[in-house]
Every structure is written in structure tokens, then in C-alpha cells.
């Protein structure tokens, strides 16, 4: 049996590749639709390309022209730790003493920060 099943419609943004290096991998649609069962995203696209089966008995919001970003997670960075991202650490206090801190103290140079 399926668990909790939305269907959420509005405007959708979506990559499937690397916008900076093809403008095609940005898939927008002005009249698009995002399913989504237990919590996680199961189809995204066009509203009237959405399968029956997902639709069927699915709660669903429309967000009218709110823009929609299914799979959008976490899109901040902290722009000093860019140099320092995924170094390896047993504690967080670990891994900031020892490169995130270091790391952001060199923007006290301006040739460095520029």
C-alpha cells in the first residue's frame, strides 16, 4: 500500500545538469506539478504530463504562480568555508579549529578576499 501521497502544482524549477555549462539543463515550466510520496519527490514535470496513478487519492496544494523547486535542499554556502568544504574532521569543533577558521582568516587580506 502507498503511503501519504501530494501533488503539488504551480511553477517548477528544476536542473538536470549543470546550468553553467548548458543553459538546457534548466527545466522550467510555467503549469508544472511535483508528486511526492512519503516525504520523498517521486515525478516532476509537466502539470498535464503527471501520471494518473500519482494523482489518484493524492492531497494536493497549489501554489498557483509560487515557484516550485522539488529537490532543493540546501542551496547556501558560507563563500569563506568554499576552500574547506568536505575536509575531513571527527567533531565539528575539530574541523573548525583546524580548517574552516585558519581558512576564513585569510580574508583578512584583501588580495586574498578579492
Not at 540546501?74 to 569563506?80: E, M
Amino acid at each position: 500500500m502507498a503511503g501519504k501521497r501530494l501533488v503539488l502544482t504551480g511553477q517548477t524549477l528544476s536542473f538536470d545538469g549543470d546550468p553553467a555549462a548548458d543553459a538546457r539543463a534548466l527545466v522550467h515550466s510555467s503549469d508544472g506539478a511535483v508528486a511526492v510520496e512519503d516525504g520523498r519527490i517521486v515525478w516532476s514535470g509537466e502539470r498535464n504530463a503527471l501520471p494518473p496513478q500519482l494523482a489518484e487519492g493524492a492531497e494536493r496544494h497549489n501554489y498557483g504562480d509560487g515557484l516550485i523547486l522539488p529537490g532543493f535542499v540546501d542551496g547556501h554556502v558560507h563563500y569563506p568555508q568554499i576552500g574547506v568544504i568536505a575536509s575531513f574532521g571527527t567533531q565539528l569543533l575539530d574541523w573548525l579549529e583546524t580548517y574552516t577558521f585558519p581558512e576564513e582568516a585569510r580574508f583578512a587580506d584583501p588580495a586574498y578576499a578579492r
